[in-house]
């Protein structure tokens, strides 16, 4: 087993020094139950949709908080943890998002994005009007940081970052699905309206905006079809 005093001790920043090692045992799962996992999680995956229909109805937070916490296990670039999950269920901050973000969004479907990328966007049927940014009872809002200050004020430059917080992203929407919520991945761009509702310091940059409810009655998503095994793997 872990060393089960790890989870107990504060967490704070470690610049230049190595890290102790501790016994990692896990025990070992049974081929067949782990086989059986396997197939059960692929499954439930495989119904994993993105959903911009949401119904009022609020969600446990508790659940968000956890799927979150499952989120910030995900590996990153020296263990630098360079992530803030913000859970916005405050209705006049959400007001507050829709509003700046839709108007990021009119200037892009103006023209912004450019033709390839509206023609990309045009089978889903997407538009500026985002009311998944208010009707979803819940938003995680992610920002990536940067860096972080020492006791000195000294800046500390983080490192893959973007790769570190887009596992961690992908972590969280795999917990939401599996604890039987529905999400979206939401990057209006420029997003530094984020960080302005919010309050964010400098340090950090906004990375998504993920809303967080059930589907509504009506919801309906796009008959898509993604990709086969055989057509994403390669076997060496």
């Given amino acids: 087993m872990a060393d089960e005093t790890t989870a107990e001790r504060p967490w704070t920043p470690i610049h230049g020094e190595p890290y102790r090692s501790v016994p990692y045992r896990p025990e070992r799962v049974p081929e067949t139950e782990s086989l059986t996992h396997a197939a059960e999680l692929r499954a439930r995956m495989q119904e994993r949709r993105t959903v911009r229909q949401f119904a ?9 908080r956890d799927a979150i916490a499952c989120a910030a296990t995900a590996p ?19 007001r507050l998002i ?7 969004e009119q200037i892009s479907y103006d ?13 889903l049927g997407t538009d500026e009007v985002k009311p998944h940014l208010t009707d979803a009872p819940a938003l995680v809002v992610v920002f990536q ?50 960080s302005q509702v919010l309050g964010r310091p400098e340090n950090e940059k906004a990375f998504a905006v993920i ?20 057509q994403v793997l390669v076997e060496v």
């Avoid at 969600?59 to 968000?64: D, E, G, I, K, L």
């Avoid at 829709?98 to 990021?104: F, I």
């Fill in 145 to 194: 940081q940067r860096y972080w200050l020492g006791e000195d004020g000294t800046k500390h430059k983080h490192y893959y970052v973007d790769e570190s917080v887009g596992i961690a992203v992908g972590m969280l929407l795999s917990a939401l699905h599996l604890s039987g919520l529905a999400a979206l991945i939401h990057t209006p761009s420029p997003m530094r309206f984020l």
């Fill in 111 to 123: 023209g912004r994005l450019g033709e390839e990328w509206l023609a990309a966007l045009r089978p």
């Fill in 56 to 64: 009022p109805d609020p969600v446990p937070a508790q659940v968000v």
């Fill in 76 to 94: 990153s670039g020296a263990h630098q943890q360079p992530w803030t999950f913000v859970l916005v269920q405050d209705p006049e901050v959400r």
């Fill in 98 to 104: 829709r509003e700046a973000a839709e108007h990021e």
């Fill in 211 to 230: 809303p967080v409810g059930y589907p509504a009655a009506d919801c309906r998503v796009p008959d898509l079809v993604r990709k086969s095994l055989d």
